[in-house]
């Protein structure tokens, strides 16, 4: 499968601890995202790289997030002191131009 | 948070009829707009996309039409069958600087299909 892939699928984690969300996406494409997307709701834009560069960062994203690309290539997205609030599925998407290409997204379940 | 605009939240058609779902957005200087379908459990899947220099497009089944004039962007469903029972979501591209982008969704439109 040379889609998007994300890791994990699930994560129930309890209040106050980190977490790590792991993305793979299609090797070819430079330009990476990441959203969060609650019930009902479309998916909201939490960052952007184009190869390794951080481009542009949501209000969303406080200070408990943050999220690399360190070679261009994969992207870690991790929540320190998680909050019941971050319950939510957090999607990767990549693209070369125009079209973005989506993950299956990590649910994370914070009790 | 950043949003594109109004829609119907839900859309109920019968299996054969034609399905047009609307969206409204926001940003004048919005170049690029997608529509995408998602599923439950999975990820958003694209259908269909239109760059702002064009106000129609046809893809299988599918027709997508904008209005720049009054921001206004829909979807077009022909001949709807019951696999396209998912959320669809428009989406519109800002550019923020040279080569820059970000890509904002609407909230959604969830269309059943009646047997």
């Known amino acids: 499968d040379t889609g998007v892939s994300q890791d994990p699928r699930h994560k129930i984690t309890k209040r106050g601890q980190n977490v790590t969300f792991r993305c793979d996406p299609i090797?070819?494409?430079?330009?990476l995202y990441w959203y969060r997307q609650t019930l009902g709701q479309g998916p909201e834009f939490l960052t952007y790289?184009?190869?390794?560069?951080?481009?542009?960062k949501s209000r969303l994203l406080s200070d408990r997030f943050s999220a690399e690309r360190p070679k261009g290539s994969f992207s870690t997205l991790e929540i320190q002191r998680t909050e019941q609030g971050d319950s939510a599925m957090y999607l990767c998407?990549?693209?070369?131009?125009?079209?973005?290409?989506f993950g299956e997204g990590s649910r994370l379940t914070v009790l | 948070g950043e949003s594109v605009g109004l829609h119907l939240p839900t859309l109920s058609v019968q299996e054969g009829d034609n399905s047009i779902i609307n969206c409204a957005y926001s940003?004048?200087?919005?170049?690029?707009f997608i529509w995408y379908k998602q599923e439950s459990g999975k990820g958003p899947q694209f259908i269909i996309d239109?760059?702002?220099?064009?106000d129609k497009r046809q893809g299988q089944r599918v027709t997508v039409l904008l209005n720049k004039t009054v921001k206004h962007l829909s979807l077009q469903i022909a001949a709807t069958q019951p696999g396209d029972s998912a959320v669809y979501f428009c989406?519109?591209?800002?550019?923020?600087?040279?080569?820059?982008?970000?890509?904002?969704f609407g909230p959604g439109t969830s269309l059943s299909v009646i047997p």
């Open positions: 998407a990549s693209s070369s131009l125009g079209e973005l290409f």
């Open positions: 090797s070819e494409h430079n330009r």
């Open positions: 790289f184009q190869n390794e560069a951080q481009l542009e």
């Open positions: 940003n004048s200087a919005s170049d690029y």
């Open positions: 239109i760059r702002s220099n064009m």
């Open positions: 989406a519109e591209n800002r550019p923020l600087k040279t080569s820059y982008d970000k890509v904002i």
